[in-house]
């Protein structure tokens, strides 16, 4: 299982980022994706997930209404539209995936890409 992130970098505050993140060494329909950030000093916290199927997708409060996560199996290849983006969102991000998933936690998720730097600065 390989996941990759990329899309990250310096973005003004109130500017987008796309976040992609390419699978590769399985089965990617099958598996349910999780995008997480971990800030300096901070935990890691769930942004978003989306299921293997595409009928079910979880924002975290300070994701809603910003962000929109989708993915096209087709592709193996999962998005985080991040818009309107503040310097709180400052963070690495990561997605994840794993096949079963109880809930959209990290602890839930148990293959991870190397994460993509997200900077929000002016």
């Known amino acids: 299982v390989q996941l990759v992130e990329s899309g990250g970098g310096l973005v003004q505050p109130g500017g987008s980022l796309r976040l992609s993140c390419a699978a590769s060494g399985f089965t990617f329909e099958n598996y349910a994706i999780g995008w997480f950030r971990q800030a300096p000093g901070k935990e890691r916290e769930t942004v978003s997930c989306i299921s293997h199927s595409l009928d079910s997708t979880y924002y975290a409060d300070s994701a809603k209404g910003r962000f929109t996560v989708s993915r096209d199996n087709a592709k193996d290849t999962a998005y985080l539209q991040m818009n309107s983006l503040k310097p709180e969102d400052t963070a690495i991000y990561y997605c994840?995936?794993?096949?079963?998933?109880?809930?959209?936690?990290?602890?839930?998720?148990?293959?991870w890409g190397q994460g993509t730097q997200v900077t929000v600065s002016s």
């Open positions: 994840a995936a794993d096949p079963w998933v109880a809930d959209c936690s990290p602890a839930a998720f148990n293959f």
